[in-house]
């Protein structure tokens, strides 16, 4: 399981990560990125913290705490 | 013997265009985060101008403090560049740039580490820069040799008027067009 946070101040609305993981992702109507959900076992959170051009996203592992994206 | 003055001259030209560079860092980190001029400049462009600033400036404290231990008109020790209070010259003010410089650095360094320490963390260290700035002017009126001249006193209270009239203006710009975004940011349950 993965924990997501976005930084929103960073968060250019390039929406790579909507495009990499539509069910985690979306742009709100200010076009920056929120979370649909901040938990999920979806390994494609990994690839769109990996994809996002300002480096705004973070995965962490739910268990260990670990910071893995 | 008449010295060379090359490195004196460099040493205090170097010390003022890092203040200027750094207060320009910190006039853009303040400005913009409210979008001043729409979406003109893409977000990267905005943080990538605020960090190049800010790398500038470090870079020219480098050549600062490079220049004074060159010089031979105040003796600057090697080890009085990283430690703060060794410096035989103006002691006290020296320690308080030595001091600014070595936490400028850690805050820039912080950018690349925003993840691993969370980012608001990251957000919180980011304000010492308010203190960061009040240190290099103090540092700049205290130890500078030029401080008593109305160029040098011009630049520093240009640089102390125009960081105040920014932070008021971001203090009282969310009030207005700012707040848009705080329903959603709660909505998204990140920072
Ligand atoms: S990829 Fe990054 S910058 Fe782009 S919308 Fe997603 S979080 Fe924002």
Not at chain 1, 18 to 40: C, H, M, N, Y
Not at chain 2, 161 to 189: D, I, Q
Request: proline letters at 3%; a positive charge; aromatic letters at 8%.
């Amino acid at each position: 399981m993965f924990r997501i946070e976005i930084d929103r101040d960073l968060c250019s609305g390039f929406a790579s990560c909507v495009q990499d993981a539509p069910e985690i992702f979306e742009l709100d109507t200010s076009g920056k990125a929120t979370l649909r959900v901040t938990e999920t076992d979806d390994e494609r959170a990994l690839g769109a913290a990996a994809s996002c051009p300002m480096n705004a996203i973070a995965v962490f592992d739910l268990d260990t705490g670990d910071l893995v994206a | 013997m008449h010295q060379d003055p090359t490195f004196w001259i460099l040493a205090r030209a170097s010390g003022l265009t890092a203040y200027v560079l750094l207060t320009l860092s910190v006039l853009w980190g303040i400005v913009v985060k409210s979008r001043p001029f729409g979406n003109r400049f893409g977000q990267a462009a905005v943080v990538d101008t605020h960090r190049t600033l800010a790398a500038l400036g470090l870079g020219a404290l480098v050549i600062h403090t490079t220049s004074l231990v060159l010089d031979k008109t105040v003796r600057m020790p090697v080890q009085a560049l990283f430690i703060p209070g060794l410096s035989p010259y103006r002691h006290y003010s020296v320690a308080i740039g030595v001091l600014t410089a070595e936490l400028m650095i850690v805050v820039y360094a912080s950018f690349s580490m925003r993840k691993r320490i969370g980012f608001k963390n990251w957000r919180r260290l980011h304000w010492i820069t308010y203190a960061l700035f009040a240190g290099g002017t103090a540092h700049g009126l205290l130890s500078g040799s030029d401080s008593g001249r109305t160029w040098a006193l011009a630049i520093y209270i240009c640089a102390v008027a125009s960081v105040a009239a920014a932070t008021t203006w971001r203090a009282l710009e969310p009030l207005t067009k700012g707040e848009a975004n705080v329903p959603n940011r709660n909505r998204s349950g990140s920072v």
